[in-house]
């Protein structure tokens, strides 16, 4: 797996540098894995600390809600991974990052004024043969 970037936007730049230091490029690397006929990508996330229970969402798209939770009673955590079957020898993965605090406090914080503060990070799988 190859991680790429991390696009931040709004994001006071205490969040941003906690969301790049995420720990994505501890998952860059190659491993063995077996995958179930039909394909499920349950094994990419295997090393998980918890199950990540994958939904398809079309003819090889799958999602995964990590987090979905509010923040209190005016903000919002989300974390959700898609993924995209390229062909029979690649994946592609993007990581989703989202929270939305009251637009004052956000700015208060270093923020974008909107209360938005959103990262995407995009992966890919490719098989080695």
Known sequence: MTVGQTAV???PAMIAEQIRGAGFER?????EMTFSDPFHPGPLM???PRQIDWS??????????????PMGPTGQVDVRLE??????????EVSHFSIQL????????GGGGSGACTSRTGMTW????
């Not at 398809?56 to 939770?69: I, M, Y």
């Not at 993924?83 to 592609?92: F, P």
């Not at 009251?102 to 914080?109: H, K, S, V, W």
């Open 27 to 31: 998952r860059s690397g190659t491993r």
């Open 102 to 109: 009251p637009a004052p406090l956000m700015a208060a914080l």
């Open 46 to 48: 295997a090393d998980a």
């Open 126 to 129: 490719t098989w080695q043969g």
């Open 83 to 92: 993924l995209t079957v390229v062909s029979e020898t690649e994946l592609h």
């Open 56 to 69: 398809r969402t079309g003819p090889g798209t799958w999602q995964a809600t990590l987090v979905g939770q």
């Open 9 to 11: 936007e709004g994001c």
